[in-house]
């Protein structure tokens, strides 16, 4: 027996494959999203806690328990200035990946059009097509010259001309992720402002991917779209506790926006995973509470972590940069894209099965190098796959030491003879 025709017009998420490169080789590992040690102690004890209340080990309501929907409201709703109910306007989900696809699964019509803005992350081009939604694609495009200085994620930019000749009447949704994975940008006011222009006109839904919301570096500000004027009827707004308190294991996620387009969402939960689990959630709302009562504040556990992860950006930018890699420096999230145009490896020497460009160089660098990262090709799709081509992400959510082990490695590469440094 095969598989469904859906699954044969799928393939299988890189993570699979990278997840079992790092088992096999014992690389020093920057490929996932997730720091290599503990959480902070006032996350763990919300856990313990949590597991000692003997109601949270039974089912709780289906769209999110009481105390968390209520703690996101309040939260959010003074975040971007507006109430929000917590029990229609919001829904609890595994993860963010469970609010992408009900997000989706509830909204997308067969034949409708999603915008996805390239690099994104990559479960969203299938998930729109389990949907039977048609992805419609426009890309970030660094500066010309991103290989003779250092760039930042801001100069990634969207051209708003070609972006704008992309909707029509039958776009559906707009998937929007800032900060963004992989290239760290951040969106500016304007550019959000720019495309809610383009959802207003079309009546186009914005589904706003936030996860690393918490995670800005220098200068850069997080503008959630939802906050934007007459944006809050188009907008969706996706979180998840994993980014939020570096409990990637959590997977809780939630989705926030006005209760005509939650409600479609509740139902597909509601038939699907029908209510997550209760002690994780009564602890991502003790843990909420707490940190949400310190916004702002020189203690806020945000802040704390955003100024440890920027020594950690700043540390990794050093040995790439030194490495002869050509980095953007990202405003925000844990990940820094580079490229490797400049680095000699025996491209025509190695046989490694290349699924996808540059995955050649990755399992090079990972099976012969000891270091693990992701091409960036697999956050593009098919036919632009060679804009991610000479590109890895690297995650630097690890300690110094593991950063440092990754430097040491990265310390022994080669520039080509002919390269452009
Ligand atoms: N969106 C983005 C941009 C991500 O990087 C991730 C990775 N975790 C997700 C969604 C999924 O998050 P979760 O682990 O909460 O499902
Ligand atoms: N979002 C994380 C990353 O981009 C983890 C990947 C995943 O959960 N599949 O690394």
Known sequence: MSGSELVKSQSESPWVEYGDLGINYDPVNLCKGFPDFPPPNFVVEALISASKNPAAHQYTRQYGNPRLVKILSK????LIGRPIDPFKEILITIGAYEALLSAFLGLINPGDEVIIIQPFYDC????VEMAKGIPVYVSLKPPADYEHRPVS????????QELASKFNERTKMIVVTTPNNPTGKVYSKEELLEISKLCRKFGTIALMDE???????????????????????????????????????????WVYGPANLINPLQIIHSNTVHTCPTPIQEASAIALEIEFSRLGKPDS?????????????????????????????????YFIVASYQNIDWPSSKVNYTEKSPGDKFAKWLCIEKKLLTMPMSYFYANPSKNEGKNWVRFCFFKTDSTIHDAGRILRQMKLKLNSKL
């Open 211 to 253: 996860v690393y919301e918490w995670i800005i570096y220098d200068s850069a500000k997080h503008v959630r779209m939802a906050s934007l004027p007459e944006m809050w009827p188009y907008t969706l707004t996706i979180g998840s506790i994993g980014k939020t308190f570096n409990v990637t294991g959590w997977k809780i996620g």
């Open 153 to 160: 994620s801001a100069e990634w930019k969207l051209d708003f």
């Open 75 to 78: 939260m959010y709703g003074q």
């Open 124 to 127: 969203y081009p299938p998930m």
């Open 301 to 333: 556990f945000w802040k704390q972590t955003s100024n440890e992860l920027q020594a950690k950006r700043d540390l990794i930018v050093n040995y790439l940069q030194s490495a002869g890699f050509n980095p953007t420096i990202p405003d925000g999230t």
